[in-house]
């Protein structure tokens, strides 16, 4: 249940600056202050989904187009997001494909970041003390039976 909280928690952190990025490099990304959290969490919600389920249907039916799945999973997550939050709006063709790469980029950048520096030496350490606790349980278990 952590590591799933960790999980979603890394995907709002990338998704939140992956927006504010492409809304500061690409003129055609509109986002407003107001709604930015919901385009957010709607955003990571549908890239969460959307992922596997284009990876899965890739796989089975088009296995050359596996390497853009999380290009096509971004692609689809914005305009979702365009549709059901007034928050986000992406105007012109160029302003699309570039919004696409940038949140897609940076998305990826982050969550690697997160996952791999700092949530993974977090669990490391977590494992290690609950490891370190179990042998101290044991030993205390193994003096007390030999004292019997």
């Known amino acids: ?10 995907n709002l952190v990338a998704a939140a600056l992956a927006f504010l990025f492409t809304s500061w ?6 986002l407003s202050v107001g709604g930015f959290f919901l385009a957010v969490v709607i955003f990571a ?7 596997p389920l284009i ?4 796989r089975k039916y088009a296995s050359t187009v596996l390497g853009g799945v999380g290009l096509i999973a971004t692609l689809l997550a914005l305009w979702i997001t365009t549709l059901v939050s007034g928050a986000l709006s992406i105007n012109g063709v160029s302003a699309w494909i ?5 949140v897609w980029l940076v998305s ?3 969550t690697w970041l997160l996952d791999f520096v700092v949530l993974r030496s977090w669990w ?3 494992q290690s003390a ?18 019997k």
Do not use: T
Request: proline letters at 0%.
């Open 1 to 10: 249940m952590v590591r799933f909280l960790l999980s979603v928690l890394v």
């Open 25 to 30: 490099l690409v003129s055609g990304f509109n």
């Open 108 to 110: 990826v950048l982050v």
């Open 45 to 51: 919600a549908l890239q969460s989904v959307l992922s």
């Open 98 to 102: 570039s919004s696409m790469v940038v």
């Open 55 to 58: 990876f899965n249907v890739a």
């Open 124 to 126: 490391d350490r977590r």
């Open 130 to 147: 609950h490891a370190e606790n179990a042998a101290a349980d044991a030993a205390l278990a193994r003096r007390e039976a030999k004292k």
